[in-house]
């Protein structure tokens, strides 16, 4: 390989981070159809939304639903004119009639209904509160609070804010109801166009100090055209003194529906804070009695209700001054005028909460899935093996998925728009912009965070999805019901949006209520004023998500590190503390003793073993850098499970390769090769022993060893939707190569494993035979010039003239370079390998180079004779007498193969000896072989097998 080939040093980040961006967009490009079926959903949700609504819309404008109307002879002479009101409307037609000219209502002040009012209890033990018996007679008095700087005066005025009335007259009620204190129990509603004190059946209460024993009356009222019997019943209305603003709010808070955490209700209608007031200036501050405010949380409470309560305080200062006649008469409070309107209802703000939660976590199986495919195919530590960092990795991974996941919602919310749906035209488009924008990067940091727990894409993608449907499902008929739910502690719904699916849930929900009631009242939806609202949970999941976010991210790259299950190897759980140290200069150490059970290793291996672990030991003490690889007494041991022993893999393997030096493993399946493989590429955890690679520790260095590493796995780790080319373009800038050296190493690389002519490098890899595949796994492991490269099996499945090439190209390569390779070809092993080593359940057998191994291990010939099989006796005669200790190892219809000692016989000698026995009896065929590294191979498994059989 060439200098133009080779990369100048491991890459910048940035390098890293422009070669894997480059490599996903090529992958996104392969995957359009996918994307623009991820981009659809949306658009089919939003367009069956609109359907919907316009199915809807077509029955609400039929002639039943709109205002009534009738036909009146207003001349006299036969013919009508249409007339439409609410008069001739029904219940049902209502709500579209016109009212030009709203009805006018007195105002109220918001009593507690009976079995709410405030008593004595456990918790709130003032003395000067009725007792709990009151309750069950519903005789309990309306509670009012007062505190401020002057007590003597507060009280004084307290004495004037229900005054007693002696007779009423209700043929007028608003001018009689203005002269006293009237109340109502009754929750107000949006609109007020009809007072709920007369529309559910509940009494008005007339406030006075002292109320006459079972007051209460039915009288007669008369509201526009319709005629009501109302009841009247009249309430004790009680001030008390409390010593301050806070014992003031101690006491609301406790008996407030929704504060107090035993359920003892307490509720006081109103409370006071005089301040400074005396006689020659007015300041006071209400508290006002927030549990009668609508789900929506938009009641017209404070513009209907909260009006009375001053009037009540400011009639008592002016009575204090002037006396008991004067007073300001509040004579009637009424709803703006209203046009006809259409009947409809936004079907996008009352489902939008949950089917737009599902339209948002389609993303998070999508993110999930994609970091989960990488792990479980290794293709997350081929590119690590190669050369990528951890934070290019991360960096361009969360890049990605953010600008999906804008993209995508972007197009949502546009898309929504230009089709009219309300929860979007309505609300803030800042608002929506924000909330979505911070949840997206709060979901990516969850999907990095899921990705360390799963390691097979089905499983991931089940999980995934059932939280998308499950999180919709639970959010609109479990969490929904809490939000909505003015009893559930605020809290308890805090803890439950820290769920991501209920913060995503909650947030949508409060657009959807604000949408929907801005296009039932015609008003605008949420805007950023709307997030100081008592009942908007906005602002608190915007910061819960925030936190969220901030949290989960490090612990999901932490995870990562520590807890990879299967993608790596797992670094200790306070790696983070070496950032924080200084920085060492990388060295070799020995460290552990050569011992199993008590007995030292060296004892009983070969001496051609042992000498490579007297090699390794003297290396060590050196700290010499001249050697590419070296392995001292590296073990992998696999637990036994369902009472089987521990399973050794590699035991005690100790190996000094040097540069430019091709070292083959050879053994039998499931000898331990590929585990020896896997370990100093970092994908499995060594369980004793130490390993350098160029002077760094596997078990501490492997992001520094990956940037001079290259690896051809045993299987191939591709993408299938990159073409051969541009696995090659990818692998290579993580090599450091640019410009005209890259390409110039991408077609070399192409054209040393043929995969250049034709076109093939241009084809996807989905579309490659298996050796095609193998040819380019060997040519990433080789481009850029890595200083170590590990091949493990890399002829597999190659015809005769590509393994040939393919032979080539390793010979060329390992000129300047260490190669580990393992292979099941002797003939392989003997063209490429400079040394060989024989592995045999998970023992080192012998080292040597191919001539030295069957030197040491074939001393014998094998010597093959074919004749008829009635002459096998005469044959057998024969070698004896060529050898006395030939050993018959092959019998088969005439044809039988011996060993015979080189040291015993002379090759002359057997020629002749055959030339003698043509002459006795027929030979068909006969033959005498060297010993072949097969034959090496057999004997040394064999003999190692016996061994341990003994043992």
């Known amino acids: ?62 002639p039943e639903n709109r205002c009534g109307c009738t036909c009146i002879d207003t001349n006299g002479d036969g013919s009508c004119e249409t007339v439409c009101g609410i008069q ?4 049902d037609q209502v709500a579209t009639c016109p009212i030009p000219s709203p009805p006018k209502w007195p105002a109220f002040l918001q009593i507690p209904r009976p079995e709410y009012r405030a008593v004595r209890t456990d918790v709130i033990p003032f003395t000067d509160l009725p007792v709990e018996s009151c309750k069950e007679t519903h005789s309990c008095p309306a509670t009012v609070l007062l505190t401020g700087s002057n007590r003597s005066y507060a009280e004084n005025l307290a004495g004037r804010l229900f005054p007693s009335v002696s007779s009423l007259d209700f043929s007028d009620y608003l001018s009689s109801l203005a002269n006293i204190v ?12 009809i007072e709920p004190a007369f529309s559910d059946s509940r009494p008005i209460y007339i406030v006075q100090s002292q109320c006459p024993f079972n007051f209460t009356i039915t009288v007669p009222i008369q509201v526009e055209t319709i005629r009501y019997q109302q009841e009247v019943k009249c309430v004790q209305g009680l001030p008390l003194w409390r010593a301050n603003a806070l014992a003031v709010n101690d006491e609301l808070f406790k008996g407030y529906r929704g504060g107090n955490l035993k359920r003892e209700i307490n509720e006081i209608v109103a409370a006071y804070d005089l301040l400074d007031t005396d006689q020659s200036h007015f300041n006071v501050r209400v508290w006002y009695n927030g549990t009668y405010m609508n789900d929506s949380g938009n009641s017209p409470l404070a ?4 009006p009375r309560s ?34 409809s209802l936004d079907f996008s703000s009352i489902l939008g909460g949950l089917f737009f939660t599902w339209v948002v976590l389609q993303l998070f199986p999508v993110i999930l899935i994609s970091l989960v495919y990488e792990k479980q195919r290794n293709l997350r530590l081929m590119m690590k093996m190669h050369g990528l960092g951890d934070g290019p990795y991360w960096m361009i991974s969360y890049g990605y998925f953010l600008f999906v996941s804008v993209v995508y919602m972007l197009v949502f919310v546009i898309f929504g728009s230009l089709i009219g749906l309300k929860f979007f035209t309505l609300n803030d488009y800042s608002i929506q912009f924000v909330f979505f924008f911070i949840y997206i990067n709060l979901q990516i940091a969850l999907g990095f965070l899921a990705a360390t727990i799963f390691s097979n894409v089905k499983t991931a993608s089940v999980i995934g999805y059932v939280c998308v449907f499950g999180s919709g499902l639970l959010g609109g008929f479990l969490f929904q019901f809490f939000v909505e739910d003015t009893t559930f502690s605020r809290g308890w719904v805090l803890v439950m949006e820290i769920f991501p699916g209920f913060s995503l849930y909650r947030g949508l929900y409060e657009f959807a209520q604000y949408a929907f009631n801005g296009s039932y009242m015609g008003i605008s939806g949420m805007r950023w004023r709307d997030l100081n609202d008592a009942d908007n949970g906005m602002k608190e999941v915007l910061v819960i998500m925030v936190v969220e976010w901030i949290v989960l ?94 399973k050794y893999a590699v035991q005690g393997l100790s190996l000094a390769l040097p540069q430019g030096e091709c070292f083959g493993m050879l053994g039998p399946n499931g000898a331990g090769k590929t585990t020896f493989i896997n370990m100093l590429i970092g994908l499995t955890a060594p369980t004793s ?9 596997i078990q501490q260095d492997m992001d520094k060893i990956y940037t001079s590493m290259g690896v051809c796995p045993q299987h191939d780790l591709l993408w299938e939707t990159l073409t051969g080319r541009e696995h090659l373009f990818f692998y290579g800038r993580l090599k450091n190569l640019k410009g005209a050296a890259l390409t110039h190493a991408v077609e070399e690389s192409l054209k040393s494993v ?79 390998c400079d040394r060989l080593g024989i592995f045999v359940d998970g023992n080192l057998q012998c080292i040597g180079n191919p001539k030295e191994l069957k030197a040491r291990y074939g001393g014998s010939y094998v010597f093959t004779m074919t004749t008829s099989s009635n002459q096998d006796e005469e044959v057998e005669e024969l070698v004896r007498k060529l050898s006395p200790n030939a050993k018959k190892i092959y019998h088969i219809s005439g044809t039988q193969k011996f060993e015979l000692p080189k040291q015993a016989i002379r090759i002359a000698d057997v020629f002749q000896a055959v030339e003698n026995a043509k002459k006795k009896f027929s030979i068909h065929a006969w033959g005498l072989a060297d010993t072949t590294l097969e034959d090496v191979f057999i004997e040394v498994a064999r003999g190692a097998r016996s061994s341990s059989n003994l043992s």
């Not at 513009?303 to 909260?306: A, E, G, P, S, Y």
């Not at 130490?690 to 520790?697: E, L």
């Open 182 to 193: 009237p109340g109502s129990d009754s929750e107000t509603e949006s609109l007020n166009y």
């Open 553 to 646: 991210l490090p612990f999901a790259y932490y995870l990562d590190q520590v807890a990879s299950f299967g993608s790596g190897i797992r670094k200790h759980p306070l790696f983070f503390l070496k950032y924080f140290g200084k920085k060492a200069s990388p060295s070799i150490q020995r460290v552990g003793l050569d011992m199993q059970d008590g007995k030292v290793f060296i004892d009983m291996e070969k001496p051609d073993v042992a000498h490579e672990r007297e090699v390794v030991q003297k290396l060590l003490l050196n700290s010499t850098k001249d050697h590419a690889i070296i392995c001292d007494n590296l073990k992998k041991m696999y637990p036994g499970k369902d009472g089987n022993p521990d």
């Open 310 to 343: 001053l009037n009540v305080a400011s009639n008592a200062y002016l009575q204090s001054l002037q006396g008991a006649g004067i007073k300001m008469l509040f004579d009637f409070v009424k709803e703006m005028p209203k046009p006809a309107t259409k009947l």
């Open 303 to 306: 513009l209907v209700r909260v």
């Open 754 to 832: 043929n995969l250049f002519h034709g076109g093939v490098g241009d084809k996807l890899e989905g579309k490659y035979s298996g050796g095609m595949k193998r040819r380019l796994s060997v040519a990433i492991s080789l481009i850029g010039d890595p200083k170590v490269v590990y091949m493990d099996e890399p002829s597999t499945g190659l015809d005769p003239a590509s393994r040939n090439d393919l032979w080539n190209v390793v010979k060329r390569a390992k000129q300047d370079r260490a190669i580990i390779l393992t292979t099941h070809s002797m003939e392989e092993a003997e063209v490429l």
């Open 1 to 62: 390989m060439d200098a133009l080939s080779r990369g100048h040093g491991p890459p910048s980040f940035w390098k890293q981070a422009d070669a894997l961006l480059r490599k996903n967009i090529c992958f996104q490009k392969r995957n359009l159809r996918t994307n623009i079926r991820l981009i659809l959903f949306p658009f089919v949700l939003c367009i069956l939304l609109v359907i919907i609504q316009t199915i809807v819309n077509n029955e609400l404008e039929k």
């Open 88 to 91: 001739y409307s029904t219940p």
């Open 689 to 697: 022993g130490a390993a350098f690679v160029q002077g760094f520790d």
